[in-house]
């Protein structure tokens, strides 16, 4: 038991120190790699043709190896992956969706397709990495790839590797925004179906170690060792520092930005939604469709952010800049882009940075004079088109810091257009955080965790009061449309997911409305190949054992016994009897680990044994390896509350028993 | 159905305003009367004999009110409240522990008890409160003093209530500590037995709205029309807005502080749990006991606060001090107390305060050399030992705070022994924070939540890594001693409670094994008479129904009734029957109202029941009132597995039905 609970804390630990490692190289790959594209780009070819040229080559290159890692390698890795871990949570055990490959394929593809300019993000694939780390170390490593330890032998079921991989999406979405405690709330709120009180301890301490690793990596790199990765490395939007200042005149234009994001949220759910089913269509095609859409994208791109800062205006410098004004290459906020000198182009200085920049551009503070307001209205609808078109191609990109992005640029074009009142004391940069929190409460549905992801991300909690009252009025005026991102994407994607409320119909049904026959029982001592047959036929995974007494000729619930422990049974054999009135198995030995749970799509499956005719008519004694204490319904139970049970306690199967019955009824009520 | 939802949410709207108005008035009530004490002790009567007198004859008359109301009107509102709130929410309806006469008195005896400088806190009567106030909202008021509203009907039963109650005691502590989000978390991570995430997002709107309407209560009050409410009104230590730094070098000696702090905090409950118990003792013996008692230790309290700071050192003003120094009266952090003028008396600077003021003087930065480290060592042991007393007197009082500054004193003191050390970055006052986080981890045993209080209190995330950290580590250290103090108090008082994880002797036994007869059960259509006799010899509050079948004299379970249910049966009497064929209940209707479950302790009970007999000897049909889907167990079910169906679900009844049924058995699984 000790022993059990050191290990589970070890491997809490474990999580969180590889999922940080993982972010930080992460971080630090996209910083040098995003970074030696622009200096070439800009630096070294000085021309604008040959900048455009080898801008979008690069990108075109970085996608094309983004693109065929994940088709060819693991295409379970396309996409965010926040939707087939929240599945998994929910009992989903899609294959191949937390193996070693996706992991892979994961962290490197997420580097290159962020470098790409892509508006695409890495925290989703972040979650889906710290998902994956977990599975695999619950599993004890990857057994195709000869990694495996024995010690891990404890946490190979399914409830262990369930709660580990709830605390590895949240030290996931730590490490993407620096953000412990958001971390852990975005488990809880948006992932988790099933949740106690131990887990929120055990996942704040893999975050935990998360924040604590980064800042002692971060503090490796603050003396210049990392190559190009400099201060905005990883994102953490701290520019409001100083205390800001609001009043309730301000709360009219606060509410309106709120029910615009909202509905702008909405809207982009729906149309994201269109464009993967478009998508969707283009991918079945073969995988030199899913390539080519892939690189159209990646052109389309390219082209749009080098022909758009035309649009843009040239504005001198201003005189108190801090930094340097205009500049060319990677760093620096003002960009000179075929200005005059001591001018910047302000599309520019938002469209060639990353992400990360261009979200810290619009966060910031005192430079409500640094952008024009159509030129933040361009960047808002170009960020709206290419995340929308971004997303579906095949690699692994997130959308978090895209909607982040736009919804900073609507909440500062918003912001723009209110600026001009009186007495209002909120400045463009706060507009702008708050209109990225209306965003992203429109499209992620999300209440707490975003808004302690934000705090965590601007570092200043009183900024709090504003940022609930905008995240609960999108969330309201959105949910009033369509569903949350992630449970459409779900949707699209094919994947079931059992809601945590009943609907209003199922109130009006019983549990034996719905069960469908036919159904599947063995005795307690079976022939193996009735056994054998059963689960050719069927596909069912969980059989109920239904035993006879002499008596009275009455059937009694012996228990349930599963498909994957009926199948190790069968492979070992030494169970088999050749009379059924033996007892104890034949003298064979199994321990808890010949029961383990392997990783998901790994176990053997029924068409892997090899039974012989003569021990096709033997007997096994099912007894021993039967869960003697299923849950149960009485058939008149309401549909509603079935599901509730289900949903609750985490089944996977829920036995439905007559309600009738002669002996002298021993009911009772517990307390 | 949209009524219902709009209703929902206006109630919380309203449980987070009156809980904020009233958490505001809390504080401006506390200010002013502590203020005018001090300004009348010092001011006015100059000399310090005439001030002692003053000051414990002040403290004794405000202790005195706070524990007569207590003792008379509403004993249920002695001691901090949470645990009674916590019991609540697993299922203990304590009478009057949630009726308008605790509310009130709770209201106005924590002023009291505060006012008069005993060290006790007023975030746990907050959290009281705000359950109070929420559970007469969702009972539509209070009918005892005619104060009720027909329109919140929707609201009256069990379900509705607690959701209600969480909300309300999330808003409690927004209110008492200005943190939102912590508010949540608290009320998530310790309060509630029972938790879905509509309730996330719905304590999370209660508490918005605590935060916004103290913002601007704060606002007005800055204007300067409070009297004496000043800037430390409210508790936000916000003393960290500059930027810290800390490295690897220092985490040894925070990981002392933790461990440290969590042995401390674990022998600050067993210490605390031992003086509950004497105190009780005493408090059996009668009223006059329990005054004494307040009264004796409001005098203990008045000298020793009195008597210590001569053993405090006199320090000359430092030079650039911001306040002025020395001073008298109520406000200033340098009090000259028997000083020298331009010298000032550092233990009477942390004594002669308030609380809250006394935290942000030690949370304080730039103020190393404020202090010397004999005092902060006197002022920690005055308050433990002073906590400790006051706690279990008959009034109002909570925990938190008195935990949070002896904490800070703890962390202070442990900073300045290792202060010396070179390389260290930490200055006092974040020792001072990190202590109090070590203190409240080892003594209230929460993670996630106190970390968000503690960031919410002093406003700067930057401390999170180090505050997990030590959080951590002291509950980890206490754990291994002793349990959470609200559960020991909660023992000590002998509230029941249902902990989420099943011990492990529970794997071995069945439910059967634990079912204590007899069983009353009743039939589909019963005898009035019978009903009565089995309601007036059992306590049971729910019977299951059932009915033999006639054709085979099978035994069948048609649902179960609850007590509550039968007395307003057996009150309406109109569905009372001549024969027992008769179908339909006698024409009578009944409305879901009628069944409306009432406030604690208000119900009718058995005795209230006039039933002649001739309807005695009438019948009732009992089905139309059943629940028909109630949850069932088969008696061989593990009693570990029940108990987690009992707890996930909230159930309060559990029916165990046997295992054996003789008709063409209907299993099946479920997906």
């Known amino acids: ?209 998360v924040a604590i690793v980064l800042r002692a990596l971060i503090d490796v790199c603050l003396s210049g060792k990392c190559g190009l990765f400099g201060k905005g490395g990883l994102i953490m939007f701290d520019v409001y520092s100083a205390n800001i200042t609001y009043h309730l005149a301000d709360i009219p234009s606060v509410l309106l930005l709120g029910v615009m994001g909202g509905i702008l949220g909405s809207f982009y759910n729906f149309l994201l939604e269109k464009v993967l089913r478009v998508y969707n269509y283009i991918n079945e095609k073969g995988t ?147 209109g990225a929190a209306s965003f992203l409460g429109g499209s992620m549905r999300m209440t707490v965790s975003l808004c302690v992801i934000l705090l965590e991300l601007t570092n200043n909690l009183l900024l709090l009061p504003l940022i609930m009252l905008v995240l609960l009025i999108s969330k309201t005026v959105a949910d009033a449309f369509n569903g949350n991102i992630y449970d459409l994407i779900m949707k699209a994607k094919g994947l079931p997911y059992l809601e945590a409320h009943a609907e209003p119909y199922m109130r009006q049904l019983t549990v034996a409305d719905v069960l469908s026959g036919p159904l599947w029982t063995f005795h307690g001592v079976e022939k193996v190949g009735t056994i054998i047959h059963v689960l050719r036929i069927t596909r069912h995974n969980g059989f109920p054992i239904v035993d006879e007494r002499s008596e009275d000729d009455s059937r009694v619930l012996s228990g349930l016994i599963l498909r994957a422990h009926l199948i190790v049974l069968l492979k070992r054999k030494d169970a088999f009897m050749s009379t059924p009135v033996e007892r104890g198995g034949g003298g064979a030995e199994f321990s808890a680990a010949d029961f383990a749970k392997r990783g998901s799509g790994n176990g053997d499956t029924i068409d892997d044994l090899q039974i012989s005719a003569e021990e096709m008519e033997m007997y096994v004694d099912l007894r021993p390896f039967t869960n003697a204490s299923p849950y149960t319904v009485v058939e008149t139970m309401s549909l509603a509350k079935a599901l509730v049970l289900f949903r609750q306690l985490g089944l996977r199967h829920l036995l439905v028993i007559p309600k009738i019955s002669n002996v002298s009824s021993l009911f009772s009520c517990l307390i």
Not at 102 to 125: D, N, Q, W
């Open 1 to 209: 038991m000790f022993q059990y609970l050191f290990m589970k804390w070890s491997l809490c630990f474990l999580v969180g120190l590889i999922v940080s490692l993982i972010g930080f190289f992460n971080n630090l790959a996209v910083e040098n790699i995003a970074g030696l594209k622009f200096e070439f780009g800009w630096k070294i070819v000085g021309r604008s043709k040959m900048a455009f040229f080898v801008f979008s080559a690069s990108n075109m290159i970085l996608t094309l190896f983004a693109c065929l890692i994940t088709a060819f390698i693991a295409p379970a890795a396309a996409g965010s992956g926040i939707p087939e871990v929240k599945a998994y949570l929910n009992g989903v055990d899609a294959p191949g969706i937390l193996s070693l490959r996706t992991l892979f394929v994961k962290v490197v593809g997420s580097i290159t397709a962020v470098s790409a300019s892509l508006v695409v993000g890495k925290a989703g694939p972040m979650v889906h990495t710290g998902a994956c780390v977990a599975s695999l170390l619950s599993q004890g490593g990857s057994k195709k790839y000869g990694l495996t330890w024995k010690w891990l032998r404890f946490f190979k079921n399914d409830r262990d590797r369930r709660d580990l991989v709830t605390c590895g999406s949240a030290a996931g979405i730590a490490a993407a925004f620096r953000a412990p405690v958001g971390g852990v709330l975005f488990a809880l709120e948006e992932m988790a179906s099933w949740w106690r009180s131990a887990l929120l301890w055990r996942s704040f301490f893999a975050t935990a170690v």
């Open 288 to 434: 030199v469709y899913k390539i080519l859409l892939a690189c159209l994208i990646s052109l389309f791109t390219s082209c749009l952010l080098f022909g758009v800062p035309w649009l843009g205006t040239c504005q001198p410098c201003p005189p108190d800049a801090l930094e340097a004004c205009p500049t060319i290459g990677r760093s620096g906020n003002y960009k000179k882009f075929q200005c005059s000198s001591g001018h910047y182009n302000d599309l520019a200085s938002l469209i060639f940075n990353t992400n990360d920049d261009a979200i810290r551009n619009l966060f910031s503070r005192n430079t409500d004079s640094e952008f024009h307001a159509s030129s933040v209205l361009v960047f808002f609808l170009i960020c709206c088109v290419l995340s929308i078109l971004s997303y579906g191609i095949v690699a692994p990109v997130g959308l978090f810091v895209p909607v982040i992005v736009t919804g900073a640029s609507y909440g500062r074009f918003v912001g723009m257009l209110f600026g001009s009142r009186p007495h209002s004391s909120l400045n463009h940069g706060l507009y702008a955080v708050l």
